[in-house]
């Protein structure tokens, strides 16, 4: 029974961490537990998902007065100023439609918040934005999937 509650502590913090840090600080966390990387994947995409909403949402949101969305709306309005004056972005958004794909996908520079951003930076319609962002988010676990292996298969 032990074990159960174990788990659930672990995947908690897990889901936790992925949407406070991001896939890079989920992905440590479930290396430093010895955590299956196949579930913990599954567990990340899906918990990215529901940030994808969330994330999609809050840009549309104009709450002013409440107070957790206001820390929230003040870092996706921050995101997408830095977003809109980089050199990255500049060439993202040359790239169009992919640009939101590439940079939801990229390792430790983009990430869901970035992706949504970016498409409400070139006015993609949601239904479109949910569709890149959600594969960009599916390519970037994969690529953290395979950095995790990586480095498991170099220390044994």
Known sequence: ??????QIINYSI???????????????????????LYIVSV?????DFALMVGVVHLFQTTAKRVFPFTILKH???????KLKGSALSDRILKIGKAGTLIITAIPFAG???SGVALSKT???GNK??????????VIGCAIFFLAAE????FIL
């Open 128 to 137: 479109e934005t949910y569709w890149l962002v959600g594969i960009g988010s």
């Open 43 to 47: 567990v990340i995409i899906l918990s």
């Open 75 to 81: 870092k996706a309005d921050k995101i997408e100023q």
């Open 111 to 113: 990430g869901v918040w």
């Open 1 to 6: 029974m032990d074990i159960i509650y174990t």
């Open 14 to 36: 897990l889901i936790l961490t992925q949407l406070v840090v991001g896939k890079k600080g989920a992905f440590l966390f479930a290396l430093l537990q010895s955590m299956n």
């Open 150 to 153: 990586g480095v498991i298969t």
């Open 122 to 124: 070139l006015q993609i």
